[in-house]
């Protein structure tokens, strides 16, 4: 089994259903409190190469911040947007389920967690 570490947000209710399934399939898996320990610029730019996104695809848009920050008409500059979410980690999406064998996954669903620990 494939190291694993899942960017968790208790509060979530996805989040949690996230966590509780590696819980049950991953029992060694780490868990990090994103909001507590957000990731760097650079980890960010790593973990959107391993998902095969933008960070705006990982923007939670919805939130009053992103609102307030006029994310949504904001230009699509890869490196500013990065910037923005390594700022305001409340703003990216959750979970992040990320193995130590180059894979990530938005792991919103019970399948995008069973396809993580394929």
């Given at each position: 089994m494939v190291g694993v570490e899942i960017w968790h947000n208790p509060r979530c209710s996805k989040s949690r259903a996230?966590?509780?399934?590696?819980a049950e399939n991953a029992p060694e898996h780490t868990e990090r409190r994103?909001?507590?320990?957000?990731?760097?610029?650079?980890?960010?730019?790593?973990?959107?190469?391993?998902?095969?996104?933008?960070?705006?695809?990982?923007?939670?848009?919805?939130?009053?911040?992103?609102?307030?920050?006029?994310?949504a008409d904001r230009p699509r500059d890869r490196d500013d947007w990065i910037a923005v979410l390594a700022a305001n980690p409340v703003l990216i999406e959750?979970?992040?389920?990320?193995?130590?064998?180059?894979?990530?996954?938005?792991?919103?669903?019970?399948?995008?967690?069973?396809?993580?620990?394929?």
């Open positions: 996230a966590k509780s399934a590696l994103y909001l507590d320990n957000p990731p760097t610029e650079a980890e960010l730019a790593e973990v959107l190469v391993k998902l095969g996104k933008e960070p705006w695809e990982i923007t939670r848009l919805k939130e009053p911040l992103a609102k307030e920050l006029g994310l959750r979970p992040i389920v990320i193995t130590d064998d180059g894979r990530a996954y938005l792991a919103r669903t019970p399948e995008a967690v069973q396809e993580a620990l394929g």
